[in-house]
């Protein structure tokens, strides 16, 4: 233990004197580990941030549309500083209008002449962001692009100045539309990257006036993309930072050997539970400890889709139910705090940061200015696990510590301490409180750390536990429920609930309908996207409840391809996201050429009735899907259509809107009562 003891201190004593080291050997008593922190033989790497990603895809759809003041609490826990996890970084998606995990998100050119920048909510979002932080970081990348820059191909690098262009335009408008300073941009989420594209990318930044911003690459792993930066010197040059995914709190030679940043770009992804605030509590120190990254950014911000899409509730916090105002602030979000509200970007790492003697690890890190925080935390194996990637055993016992902090800490004379446990074994939950301040005597103070726990001990003095009084209780998706779409100025270009999995819907006004259509909502996007995953050759929005049975979906309808044209109503619709093609469900079309079938599949592979309907192009049709226990029924315009329809195939799911292929239509009058 001595001897262990010793040579650690040896190891770090490059500042410390001999005589000094066995003195400190001497105040230890044996059933304490001793940590020196110092700063003399210089820091180590700049800190960049702790961060949440909206997107990717469609994370955030159902915070928008939450009732105030809910709306600005949730958002209050998330960014304001000082007071939940006060987050030093915003990711969004740059939509590309495909499916992207939870859902799509709108491009700002879904056309190649189109250009708009209003649409989605991740301006909004970054908005709300910079008003709490105005230093929060803003990161852009696309998961995906609109068909059109492909010309025909799924590959956004063919034309790689199209891309590029594509790219900056965005950047552009954010700032011209929203006075919003993108400060870091990627190339193409989790998959390959081009050298020649990057490199365009960076010409085309500089040539806008954009040299600000800096080049993430490549969102992925993090070979081979270090592996060519050196041997590629431009490629190295134009380069700023190498993000890696998910990456197990290591890195790799080749990417230490560049001497860029590194960056654990995308991480946690985890259910949100007391294991999820474990798993972020040990990777926000281990990326560092272990694998040198500066900056940990977690996918995602915050869990607003429904909870049955794939990987629910992998947020940071937990706010999926617009329609009652309900939300939890989990686990993750004090975590966070233990960082972000004691350090800020521009901070440095000390070199003496480790891991503790019985498992756990510690960083610390200074502003330079005196200021001094220390991040212990002790997480067990079984309580830390991320959702990737598998991690090796390890154990963790309680243990005690004494710190020393040296060279310009060494006149510190008290530290405030912020505590958290997860507490397994007595369901005795602990999170971010503060505790009395730590006394040091001669640059020491001592820990008896139990195993699931954190530590913040800090100079810091402004730090916060943030409090609004409990939200309101959880309600279920309302059993009735309609939207007629006559919003004249929307906030937002999607309509509350609906959660595309295929296509973009959008609010849309036909200011020369002289009837009761002037207000719609319109199946936008008139080709494929260059997909993330493998989108639906279908379009669909899916709404309301997924536990629903029982269900009537009313809505008006309105093809406007006449050659080939197609809509859908739908119910008991089983997924959605990347698995969106595979839907099954009790799907009602009608087509331009006067057809109608009744599928059990969004694919129209299972047809269970097909027939004649008369529905027409270019003209409004209501259609009624009435769908009860093994029977459903269909009307058109109120008139039976078909009906003894045996369900088939999915035994509950949302109901949903759709088109037959990438084609503009329209929707008007949705209603469902799953009563
Ligand atoms: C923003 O950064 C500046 C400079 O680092 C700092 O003085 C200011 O306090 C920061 N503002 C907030 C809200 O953190
Ligand atoms: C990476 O981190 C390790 C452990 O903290 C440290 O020894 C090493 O010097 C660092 N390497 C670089 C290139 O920063
Ligand atoms: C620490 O940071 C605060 C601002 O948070 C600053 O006022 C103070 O001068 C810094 N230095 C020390 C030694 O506390
Ligand atoms: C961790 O989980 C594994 C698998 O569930 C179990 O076998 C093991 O006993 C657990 N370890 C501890 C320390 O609880
Ligand atoms: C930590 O120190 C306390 C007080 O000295 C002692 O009672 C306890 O047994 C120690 N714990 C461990 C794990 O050594
Ligand atoms: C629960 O935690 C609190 C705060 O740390 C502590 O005071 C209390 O004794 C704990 N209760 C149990 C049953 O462990
Ligand atoms: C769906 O309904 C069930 C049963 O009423 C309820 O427990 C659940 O919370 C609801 N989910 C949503 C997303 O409304
Ligand atoms: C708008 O309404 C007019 C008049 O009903 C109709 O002719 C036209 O097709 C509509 N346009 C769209 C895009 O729906
Ligand atoms: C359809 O919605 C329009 C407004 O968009 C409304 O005027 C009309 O009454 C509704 N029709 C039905 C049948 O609900």
Redesign the pocket.
């Known amino acids: 233990m001595v001897l262990a003891a010793w040579t650690r201190v040896a190891d770090w004593g490059r500042g410390a004197s001999p005589v000094l080291v066995l003195l400190l050997l001497l105040v230890s008593s044996g059933s304490s580990e001793d940590y020196v922190l110092d700063s003399r033989g210089g820091l180590g790497r700049e800190f960049d941030g702790i961060g949440g990603l909206s997107g990717g895809g469609a994370t955030s759809r159902l915070l928008v549309n939450y009732p105030e003041p809910y709306r600005t609490q949730i958002l209050d826990y998330l960014f304001k500083p000082n007071f939940g996890a006060s987050l030093h970084i915003l990711k969004v998606e740059i939509g590309g209008d495909a499916q992207t995990t939870d859902g799509t998100e709108p491009s700002h050119m879904h056309y190649e002449d189109d250009e708009n920048f209003f649409r989605g909510y991740e301006w909004w979002l970054m908005k709300e962001a910079k008003k709490r932080n105005p230093n929060i970081t803003l990161i852009g990348l696309p998961w995906a692009f609109p068909g059109w820059i492909g010309r025909g191909e799924n590959w956004p690098y063919d034309f790689p100045d199209i891309t590029a262009y594509y790219v900056v335009s965005w950047i552009i408008g954010a700032k011209q539309y929203h006075d919003l300073d993108i400060d870091y941009v990627g190339i193409w989420n989790e998959r390959p990257f081009n050298s020649k594209y990057i490199k365009l990318l960076r010409y085309t930044l500089d040539k806008a006036g954009l040299r600000r911003v800096k080049i993430v690459a490549s969102d992925n792993l993090w070979q081979p993309v270090s592996f060519y930066m050196l041997r590629d010197s431009e490629l190295h040059r134009v380069i700023d930072v190498i993000g890696a995914h998910y990456p197990g709190t290591h890195t790799v030679v080749d990417a230490l050997k560049t001497g860029k940043k590194l960056w654990s770009s995308e991480d946690y992804s985890t259910f949100n539970d007391e294991v999820g605030g474990g798993c972020w509590a040990r990777i926000l120190n281990q990326n560092y400890v272990n694998g040198n990254m500066t900056s940990t950014i977690s996918w995602n911000l915050v869990a607003s889709y429904y909870e049955e899409l794939p990987f629910g509730r992998d947020g940071l916090m937990t706010a999926k139910e617009p329609w009652s105002g309900h939300y939890v602030v989990e686990s993750p979000i004090w975590i966070t705090a233990h960082t972000t509200q004691f350090t800020q970007p521009g901070w440095h790492y000390l070199q003496t940061v480790g891991h503790l003697e019985k498992g756990g690890s510690y960083v610390a890190l200074t502003?330079g200015?005196?200021?001094l925080t220390i991040i212990i935390e002790t997480m067990s194996h079984n309580h830390s696990i991320c959702i990737r990637p598998p991690l090796p055993g390890f154990t963790v016992s309680p243990q005690n510590a004494t710190f020393y902090v040296k060279g310009s800490f060494s006149e510190l004379s008290s530290l405030q301490v912020w505590y958290s446990k997860l507490d397994f074994e007595r369901s005795n939950l602990t999170l971010f409180r503060q505790r009395a301040p730590l006394k040091l005597s001669k640059g020491a103070f001592s820990l008896e750390l139990d195993v699931d726990e954190v530590y913040t001990v800090t100079?810091?003095?402004?730090g916060q536990k943030g409090f609004y009084p409990e939200p309101p209780k959880s309600q279920p998706f309302p059993s009735h429920y309609q939207d007629d779409f006559d919003v004249r100025n929307p906030p937002f270009s999607e309509a509350p609930n609906f959660a595309d999995q295929a296509g973009v819907y959008e609010y849309f006004t036909n200011s020369s309908d002289p009837g009761e259509h002037v207000f719609t909502l319109r199946q936008v996007l008139t080709q494929r996207p260059i997909t993330w995953v493998i989108d639906a050759g279908q379009t669909i929005s899916v709404i309301g409840n997924y536990s629903w049975t029982d269900m009537t979906v009313k809505c008006d309808v309105y093809i406007e391809t006449p050659e080939n044209g197609g809509v859908f109503v739908a119910g008991r619709v089983d997924r959605g996201g990347s698995p969106t093609p595979s839907a099954k469900g009790l799907f009602f079309w009608v087509f331009a050429d006067g057809s109608y079938s009744v599928t059990a599949d969004l694919e129209r592979h299972i047809v269970l009735k097909k027939g004649l309907s008369g529905v027409r192009a270019r003209e409004w049709h209501t259609l009624t899907l009435h769908i009860h226990g093994l029977v459903a029924s269909g009307m058109l315009n109120g008139y039976p259509l078909w009906k003894d329809v045996f369900t088939f195939g999915s035994h509950n799911g949302w109901a949903a809107i759709g088109t037959r292929s990438f084609e503009p239509a329209q929707f008007d009058n949705f209603s469902v009562d799953a009563s």
């Open positions: 502003d200015q005196g200021n100079t810091i003095t402004t």
